[in-house]
C-alpha cells in the first residue's frame, strides 16, 4: 500500500508528506543574533523542547541577556507573561515566540527590547523553534548542518523509493499495529518526548517515553505483567552503547521485537555531535515513521482536529 503513490496522495488529503520533505529549507524567520546570556522558558508542547536546546541556552530564566519565552498555549498566558515581566524588570531584551501562520509574514526586527517572533505552528514547530535559536545564540553553522542532516533523511525517505528501500516505510511496518517503547542512552533522553509527541501528533498512536535509565523499565516494568509487553516494540534511539546493548538484551525475551533507529545505520546520517542537532534529526525520521504509520491506518497524518479542540478549550 505504501508504494502505490496514488493512493498515498489520496489519504494524504492535505499534502503532509510533500511538506515534510520540504521541511529542511522551509525556515523563513530571523537570522538575527541576540545577546548573550540566553533563557529560555516554554508552555505547551514546547516543553519538550527545553531539555533538547539545553546546550544552546544559559539557564530558564536570565536576568539580562536575552529571554526567550515560547509560547504554545494550554492555558500557560498568565504565567509566561508574570516571567516575562519579571525578565523584564531585571533588563534583559525579551522575544516572544509564538505561533503565526504559515502564509503570514514571519519574525521582526529584534533589535528591541521585546520581540515577538511568529513561527509556524502543529507538528513541524520544533524544526522552525531550533533553527530560529540557531541564528538568535549565533550559531548559524550548527543550524545548517542540521538542514543537511534533515535533507538526508527526507531523501532516503521519499515516497517514491519502494518500501525495499525506504527505512522509514520498512520501520512504520515494523511497528504496524505495536506499540514503540522508546529506548536511549541518557544522554539521547530529551529526544524521546520530541519523539513519542512525533507518534501522537502525526502517527496517532501512543509510544512510551523510558527516560534516561531504559535499563529499569526493561528489567523491572513487565514483572508484574509479562502479558502487557506482547503488544510493544523496542524502538532504540540514537547512540548505541553497552547501555542500550544491555536493554536490547533483556527486552529480546520481553516485547515482540526489537527495532533501531539510529546513527549511522544506512539511514540516519552520522552522529553530529551539537546534542540539539542529533535530537531533532530523530525526531525528523520519526515523524516520517508516523507519517506512513498514519497512512497504513487510513487516517491523514495533517489532522490535528481533535487536539486542536482540546488545546482550545485548555
Not at 502505490?4 to 503532509?16: H, K, P, Q, V, Y
Not at 503570514?104 to 524544526?127: I, K, N, S
Request: charged share 20%; hydrophobic share 50%; with cysteine.
Amino acid at each position: 500500500m505504501l508504494d502505490d503513490l496514488d493512493t498515498l496522495r489520496a489519504r494524504d488529503e492535505n499534502g503532509f508528506l510533500p511538506r515534510l520533505a520540504a521541511l529542511p529549507g522551509a525556515y523563513q524567520g530571523p537570522d538575527a543574533a541576540c545577546a548573550p546570556p540566553f533563557g529560555l522558558d516554554a508552555s505547551g508542547p514546547a516543553t519538550a523542547l527545553l531539555p533538547v536546546v539545553a546546550a544552546w541556552t544559559d539557564a530558564r530564566l536570565v536576568g539580562h541577556g536575552t529571554q526567550f519565552l515560547v509560547d504554545e498555549g494550554f492555558d500557560a498566558q498568565a504565567d509566561l507573561a508574570l516571567r516575562g515581566v519579571a525578565a523584564e524588570a531585571a533588563d534583559p531584551a525579551v522575544v516572544w515566540i509564538v505561533h503565526g501562520d504559515e502564509e503570514a509574514e514571519q519574525g521582526t526586527d529584534l533589535d528591541v527590547r521585546t520581540a515577538v517572533v511568529r513561527l509556524p505552528a502543529g507538528p513541524f514547530a520544533p524544526f522552525h523553534q531550533a533553527r530560529f535559536l540557531a541564528f538568535a545564540t549565533g550559531r548559524p553553522d550548527t543550524g545548517e548542518r542540521l538542514a543537511r542532516a534533515l535533507r538526508a533523511v527526507a531523501d532516503a525517505a521519499d515516497p517514491s523509493r519502494d518500501t525495499a528501500v525506504n527505512p522509514a516505510k520498512t520501520l512504520a511496518w515494523a511497528l504496524w499495529q505495536r506499540v514503540p517503547l522508546l529506548v536511549s542512552d541518557p544522554a539521547g533522553a530529551p529526544a524521546q518526548v520530541l519523539v513519542q509527541q512525533a507518534f501522537a501528533r502525526v502517527g496517532k498512536t501512543l509510544a512510551i517515553a523510558s527516560g534516561p535509565h531504559g535499563a529499569l523499565v526493561a528489567a523491572a516494568a513487565f514483572e508484574g505483567r509479562h502479558p502487557l509487553a506482547d503488544d510493544l516494540v523496542a524502538l532504540v534511539l540514537g547512540h548505541r552503547g553497552r547501555e542500550t546493548d544491555l536493554v536490547e538484551e533483556v527486552l529480546a525475551t520481553r516485547v515482540a521485537q526489537v527495532e533501531r533507529l539510529a546513527f549511522d545505520d544506512g539511514w540516519l546520517p552520522a552522529a553530529d555531535g551539537d546534542p540539539v542537532v542529533d535530537a531533532l534529526v530523530l525526531w525528523y525520521a520519526a515523524l516520517w515513521v508516523a507519517a506512513y504509520g498514519a497512512l497504513l491506518a487510513g487516517l491523514d497524518p495533517a489532522d490535528e482536529d481533535l487536539y486542536g479542540r482540546v488545546r482550545a478549550v485548555a
